[in-house]
């Protein structure tokens, strides 16, 4: 067994009316990639706060490299070799990437009034090599790809001589090949000896990375295994208190008589959205894949008018429409959930209520005044149908976990009676327990008629949920299979079909 560089026992924290980390232990060993999971709420996030000085514990103990460990804050834990890099990048996007590395430490020439920036790109070009990154330091960052400035976090981090490097959902924004990419430069730091602690909800991910896996629920420690020996469901029952079944659908649900909602035909709008024909049916729930920049998001967006349709047609209920912007959609019966829910979706500022109801205030005016009492029953009615887990109807959106905020953009599209449902990337950054309740509740929609379209950059999903399956690359649609005849290599072999 390798050295432990991190032990964490009995700590605790609470918040005003919530008891946050109850008892929770933690250990981690030099160069192990150590997986950190539990459901959004778990606490996984505040024991890492803890570490990092974000937050002082209330009790317990940690011990780093032998000693007891104290940092007053996030400054001091990196000075100290603990670094951190969270889902939501925190960089300059205006300068270049030597300079984003150095930033608050740059190299100076002689007398030190001038920034010396060919020293500043040497040193880049070494830390890079180091970590076998290929990276221009002279490139500003924000030309980068997310997952090229996600690398120049790690390698700034790295930079400050760390033992420790915490990942936080890092691969959530990547792409195959940029995760592939991501998980060699875990590998080399692990081989010279960096420790890391590896937070995500793909559970295909842990089985690749890591060596352990350590379970939270509640704000409780739940146990500690090797990832090789214990199974993905195994890992899941930890988390949950349950067993979770993810089976793909072996057939469709929707009957053949069944009558045409959507019909869009030789839809032409930007650069990837190239002649796109297809139709969906009462009750049905499509399933778009593709890789990214197929153009998926980008035909939702067309057909929601977020973006100019340059040519093509839109029927719905056999009957064309003119779809110029997003309110004639919502007029027409769409609503559509983006991949960036807390960009597009909603305010995160407001509250339950005014979220739940913000398309459909005109349904409920009273001359120059909202009905209140109305607003609130039918937000209430939804909380309960959807199950939403908040403290009260005026709690803050931003104060929600990431599934219960997912339910209340559906709330908001069902309180507006939306027959047509455009969900983008519906589980990104979810846990696998909220998952499989947006899963169900997606299920139940289509049986009470909902149709819908599902976009999933993740195959098994896909493959769980749609009756039928829509495949994309380059902005055409190149591949159409009934769920029956679908797998993941068809689908890949349609989603890298060039024309």
């Known amino acids: 067994m390798k050295e432990t560089v991190l032990s964490m026992n009995k700590i605790h924290k609470r918040f005003t009316g919530v008891h946050a980390l109850k008892g929770v232990d933690f250990e981690l060993c030099e160069g192990e990639v150590h997986a950190l999971v539990g459901e959004n709420g778990a606490g996984k996030s505040t024991l890492m706060k803890t570490l990092t000085g974000i937050f002082p514990k209330d009790s317990g103990e940690v011990r780093y490299m032998g000693k007891r460990f104290n940092p007053r804050n996030p400054k001091e834990a990196l000075e100290m070799g603990i670094g951190i890099i969270h889902q939501e990048l925190n960089m300059m996007d205006h300068l270049t990437v030597a300079q984003n590395i150095f930033i608050g430490r740059e190299s100076t020439k002689a007398k030190g009034l001038f920034i010396n920036e060919k020293e500043q790109n040497r040193k880049t070009a070494e830390l890079f090599s180091h970590l076998n990154m290929d990276i221009d330091p002279t490139e500003t960052l924000g030309k980068l790809t997310v997952g090229k400035q996600q690398m120049v976090e790690i390698a700034k981090a790295v930079s400050h001589d760390l033992k420790i490097l915490i990942l936080d959902e890092p691969s959530a924004a990547l792409t195959l090949t940029e995760i592939d990419e991501l998980f060699n430069i875990m590998r080399e730091l692990a081989s010279q000896g960096v420790a890391m602690i590896y937070i995500s909800h793909r559970m295909d991910e842990i089985n690749q990375i890591t060596d352990r896996v350590t379970v939270m629920r509640d704000g409780e420690y739940v146990g500690t295994a090797k990832t090789k020996e214990i199974s993905k469901d195994e890992i899941i029952n930890m988390m949950v208190g349950r067993v979770i079944y993810e089976q793909p659908k072996t057939k469709s649900n929707v009957p053949e008589d069944a009558e045409t909602v959507l019909k869009i035909n030789k839809l032409n709008a930007g650069k990837l959205v190239r002649d796109v024909s297809f139709s969906l049916k009462k009750g049905e729930i499509i399933g778009f894949a593709g890789l990214m920049g197929a153009g998926r998001t980008e035909t939702a967006r067309a057909i929601f008018g977020a973006d100019k349709i340059e040519s093509g047609t839109i029927e719905i209920n056999g009957k064309p429409v003119r779809v110029k912007s997003p309110m004639e959609a919502v007029a027409h019966g769409i609503g559509y959930l983006s991949e960036d829910r807390k960009r597009y979706g909603l305010a995160v500022g407001l509250s339950v209520t005014d979220n739940s109801i913000i398309a459909s205030y005109d349904d409920y005016e009273r001359g120059l005044f909202i009905h209140a009492k109305k607003v609130e029953e039918i937000t209430q009615s939804f909380v309960d149908k959807l199950q939403v ?31 047509i449902l455009i969900f983008d990337e519906p589980t990104r950054g979810i846990d696998v327990g909220a998952k499989s309740e947006i899963y169900a509740l997606m299920n139940e929609l289509a049986k009470e008629g909902k149709s819908i379209i599902m976009i999933s950059s ?17 902005g055409r649609i190149t591949g159409e299979l009934d769920i029956k005849d679908a797998t993941q290599e068809s689908i890949m072999d349609y989603a890298t079909m060039r024309d």
């Open 389 to 419: 887990k908040t403290p009260s109807l005026d709690q803050l959106l931003k104060n929600l976990s990431g599934g219960n905020q997912q339910k209340v953009v559906i709330a908001k599209w069902l309180i507006k009676n939306s027959q």
């Open 458 to 474: 993740e195959l098994p999903e896909v493959l769980r949920m749609s009756d039928r399956v829509v495949v994309m690359c380059e």
